[in-house]
């Protein structure tokens, strides 16, 4: 396969749809339309949770796309960015969306901040969209229409807006209290799958990486989310949020009752 050649996309030969949809708790058929590709995105956010539990082990983060769906399908854990959108990669290319890589700069934190962020463009019913579950407790929660620039777009409980800036980038904020946000920015410069090698290699490794510095572990609902960040567990439901302090012993139980996630001994 040319595919394979050049590592335009991921690819996985143990990547089974119906396993897929199983873990992600999809039922009835797929529609290839925005509905339902929003409903095949809510499942996995649903179900999936972003986390970087590997990388706080000082382990390697692998981009096959084999050890992705072993990770996530089999063995019942998430993952960051690459392993998340990699995931839905697989499944789009499976029911036949066309859709791209774009590489994304990270804003919420200040600095130099290189593009270490993957993002998928979809085209669905003739529209091109953003399609991101891998950004954290941010991720937009169906696919944006990239057109529907400078427009509030309500996902559930959170606010975002798409604007374009003065280089003709995309950027994505999301409103947090009555503020503006910056989430990332990109173009639509399409990537290759290996393209993320070095990012993923700084994320997972790099004593700047926000990864390494910090354990975070998110899964979506549909009233809102949990988030864990370093030694506390947020929930947000319906908007409101609520904050609770951890011990680190506490750690193994909180991951298997909040988030489904049972370590390997």
Wanted: charged letters at 20%; aromatic letters at 10%.
């Amino acid at each position: 396969m040319q595919q394979s050649k050049n590592h335009t996309k991921i690819e996985a030969l143990s990547f089974n749809l119906q396993h897929y949809l199983d873990r992600i708790k999809f039922f009835g058929p797929i529609e290839l339309n925005f509905e339902g590709i929003k409903k095949l995105m809510q499942c996995q956010l649903f179900s999936v949770p972003f986390e970087n539990i590997d990388v706080q082990a000082g382990k390697i983060i692998s981009l096959s796309g084999d050890d992705i769906v072993d990770q996530i399908v089999h063995k019942n854990r998430g993952g960051y960015c690459y392993q998340i959108n990699g995931l839905f990669s697989l499944a789009l290319q499976e029911i036949g969306v066309p859709h791209y890589y774009v590489a994304a700069r990270p804003l919420v934190n200040p600095g130099q901040n290189p593009k270490t962020h993957l993002a998928i463009i979809a085209t669905i019913e003739n529209e091109a969209y953003l399609i991101d579950l891998g950004f954290g407790g941010n991720s937009i929660r169906e696919p944006l229409k990239l057109s529907q620039t400078d427009r509030e777009i309500q996902h559930d409980f959170d606010t975002f807006t798409l604007v374009t800036t003065e280089e003709g980038d995309f950027l994505l904020r999301v409103l947090i209290g009555k503020e503006w946000s910056n989430l990332y920015s990109f173009d639509l410069t399409p990537q290759k799958w290996i393209d993320f090698k070095p990012a993923n290699h700084y994320n997972y490794s790099h004593p700047d990486s926000f990864f390494v510095q910090n354990l975070i572990v998110v899964l979506q609902n549909p009233l809102g989310k949990k988030m864990l960040f370093k030694n506390a567990i947020k929930s947000v439901t319906n908007g409101t949020s609520e904050i609770v302090s951890i011990e680190k012993d506490q750690l193994p139980t909180i991951l298997e009752t909040e988030f489904n996630i049972t370590i390997d001994k």
